[in-house]
């Protein structure tokens, strides 16, 4: 069973920057579909983007295309979340999952059966 522990949260200004990482301590990422999902206070947990396991051009949501960047070390067994330009509107809890699968919606691709989970780490963007 993939074990899945995410680090990096904490408070930031608007328009500073934070990596968070998603780290493998039990299993491989290596060939792993993974995503990062955020849940604001309030709100329904939404993915924000999926990488493939094949290497594949990696999926954003709009709200953070252009300001997030997904990308996967495989020696480290990690993969990150580098956030730029963050917003007050991006304060949440956010989560990485690995995925048994992908689909596509309205042209965009989604990690889809999701088999573990991280605990998440909180990103609070205040100034």
């Known amino acids: 069973q993939l074990q899945l522990v995410e680090s990096g949260g904490g408070l930031v200004q608007p328009g500073g920057s934070l990596r968070l990482s998603c780290e493998a301590s039990?299993?491989?990422?290596?060939?792993?579909?993974i995503a990062w999902f955020r849940q604001a206070p309030g709100k329904e947990r939404e993915e924000i983007s999926c990488?493939?396991?094949?290497?594949?051009?990696?999926s954003y949501a709009d709200s953070v295309k252009g300001r997030f960047t997904i990308s996967r070390d495989n020696a480290k067994n990690t993969v990150y979340l580098q956030m730029n330009n963050l917003k007050p509107e991006d304060t949440a809890v956010y989560y990485c999952?690995?995925?048994?699968?992908?689909?596509?919606?309205?042209?965009?691709?989604?990690?889809?059966?999701?088999?573990?989970w991280g605990q998440g780490t909180h990103v609070t963007v205040s100034s």
């Open positions: 039990e299993g491989t990422l290596e060939t792993r579909n």
């Open positions: 990488m493939t396991g094949f290497g594949g051009a990696p």
């Open positions: 999952a690995a995925a048994q699968s992908i689909t596509f919606n309205r042209g965009r691709l989604y990690c889809a059966d999701f088999g573990s």
